[in-house]
C-alpha cells in the first residue's frame, strides 16, 4: 500500500521541480535586467546624456611650461662724467630708435672740442708752410743751389707736421663723441622702465645705476620647455618649410593670450630635467604678453582636418578596447568599438562612429548594450555638461 502511494506522487513532484528549475532559468538568465529580478518592469528606460557625433578639425599639440622674455633689454648708462641736466622721457613712456632720453651738461666738452679744432687749424697752417717750403727747396736743389742733405730735413719736417695733423684730426674726433655722448638716445625701440636718477645729480661715466632701463615688447619671445622625449616629433616638424605655431595660455590654461610661431630649439638637453629649451616669437601688436610673465606654452605639431569629434566623457575602457555607447533609431544602445587619434581636453578625434550618431556621455553605472534609454533634456544656453571620468565597461 506504501509503495503504491509514492508511485502516485512521483508525476507530481516531477512537474514541480521542472516549473521550479524554468522559474530559476527566467529570473537568473543570462542579460536578465536589475529591474527584472527586482521584479519591476523589464523595460525601463536608463536616463543619460548625450552629445552627437561631430565633423570638424582638432590640434596636436605639446604643452610646455614658458616665460616671456625680450629680444632686447638695455640698460642705458652714461659715458661721461657731468651733470645730468635733462631727463625727456616719462616713465613707461613707448619710445623709438634714436630717441632723446637724457642730457649731460655738454660745456666742458663743447669746450674741450673747440681746443682741438683751434689745436687743429694751427698745426694745419704749419703744414702748409712747410709744404711750400719743401717745394723751394725741390727747386733750389734741381738747380744744385742747396745739398740734398737740406731738402731731406725739410721732407721730414713736411712728415712730422703731417702726423701733428693727424693726430690733431683724432682729439678732434675724440672731442665730439664726447660732445656727442652728453645726448643720451634709445638705442631700440621699447618700453621705458621706472627712472632712477633725477636732473641735478652727477653721473659717472659707466656707472651702476642706470638712467633708463628699455625693453623691446614688439615682438616679444617665449621661452619654454619640452619634454626630451617629444624631440621625435618636434624635430621634423622644425626641419621643414612651414613654421609651427605656438599659443601662449594662461596660467589656467583656460585663455589664450597670443599666436606665435616656433623660432628655434635649444643645442641641448638639460641633463638634469630631461627637457630642451625652446624659443617662439610673437608680435605681441596689442601687448598682450609682458616680460619675465609666466604662460602655459603649446606647440601645434599639425591639425586634424575633417575627423569625427565626440565627447572625452563618451570614451570607455573594457580592458584593453576603447568603446563608447552609440543610441539607436529605436531609442536602446549598441556597444561600438572606437579608435581614438587625437584628444584636446574634452573633445576626441575617434574612428568608428559616423556624423550624426548620438553617444552617451554620462549614465554609465546602470547602462548595458541593448537597454532601453531616456535622454535628459539639456540646458539650451549651457554647453556639454562636466562629467566625471568614464569608467570601465561593467564597474558599478
Do not use: C
Not at 602655459?296 to 565627447?311: E, G, H, M
Amino acid at each position: 500500500m506504501h509503495n503504491k502511494i509514492n508511485s502516485k506522487k512521483r508525476p507530481l513532484f516531477a512537474a514541480a521541480l521542472a516549473a521550479a528549475v524554468a522559474a530559476g532559468w527566467l529570473v537568473f538568465r543570462p542579460g536578465a535586467s536589475r529591474a527584472a529580478v527586482a521584479g519591476g518592469p523589464a523595460a525601463a528606460a536608463v536616463p543619460v546624456s548625450t552629445a552627437a557625433v561631430k565633423l570638424g578639425s582638432l590640434d596636436i599639440y605639446i604643452d610646455g611650461i614658458g616665460t616671456v622674455t625680450p629680444i632686447s633689454t638695455i640698460t642705458v648708462t652714461s659715458r661721461v662724467v657731468g651733470e645730468l641736466t635733462e631727463v625727456a622721457y616719462q616713465e613707461g613712456q613707448i619710445v623709438k630708435k634714436g630717441d632723446l632720453l637724457a642730457v649731460i651738461d655738454p660745456r666742458p666738452y663743447q669746450a674741450a672740442l673747440n681746443q682741438a679744432q683751434g689745436q687743429l687749424a694751427r698745426d694745419q697752417a704749419m703744414l702748409r708752410n712747410a709744404r711750400l717750403d719743401l717745394a723751394r727747396y725741390q727747386d733750389a736743389y734741381r738747380q744744385h743751389a742747396i745739398p740734398e742733405q737740406q731738402l731731406a730735413t725739410q721732407q721730414a719736417v713736411v712728415d712730422g707736421d703731417a702726423g701733428v695733423v693727424q693726430l690733431d684730426q683724432g682729439n678732434l674726433e675724440s672731442a665730439q663723441v664726447n660732445v656727442d655722448y652728453t645726448r643720451i638716445v634709445s638705442p631700440i625701440d621699447g618700453r621705458v622702465g621706472l627712472r632712477q636718477v633725477d636732473s641735478g645729480n652727477i653721473v659717472q661715466a659707466n656707472g651702476t645705476v642706470p638712467l633708463a632701463t628699455i625693453t623691446q615688447l614688439q615682438p616679444i619671445t617665449v621661452i619654454f620647455t619640452i619634454a626630451e622625449d617629444s624631440l621625435s616629433e618636434v624635430l621634423p616638424a622644425v626641419n621643414g618649410s612651414q613654421p609651427l605655431k605656438v599659443l601662449a595660455l594662461d596660467r589656467t590654461q583656460q585663455k589664450q593670450l597670443a599666436t606665435g610661431t616656433l623660432l628655434t630649439l635649444d643645442n641641448q638637453v638639460d641633463p638634469a630635467t630631461g627637457t630642451v629649451k625652446a624659443r617662439a616669437v610673437f608680435p605681441n601688436e596689442a601687448n598682450e604678453l609682458y616680460p619675465n610673465q609666466f604662460v602655459n606654452a603649446r606647440l601645434v605639431l599639425k591639425t586634424l582636418t575633417q575627423v569625427d569629434l565626440i565627447p572625452s566623457a563618451a570614451i570607455q575602457l573594457n580592458d584593453a578596447q576603447r568603446f563608447v555607447y552609440v543610441v539607436q533609431p529605436d531609442g536602446t544602445v549598441q556597444s561600438r568599438n572606437v579608435n581614438v587619434t587625437a584628444i584636446d581636453g574634452e573633445t576626441a578625434a575617434v574612428t568608428g562612429v559616423q556624423m550624426g550618431e548620438s553617444v552617451v556621455i554620462d549614465g554609465f553605472d546602470r547602462l548595458q548594450a541593448g537597454m532601453k534609454v531616456s535622454i535628459r533634456r539639456q540646458p539650451a544656453a549651457s554647453a556639454q555638461p562636466a562629467v566625471a571620468p568614464p569608467k570601465a565597461a561593467g564597474a558599478p
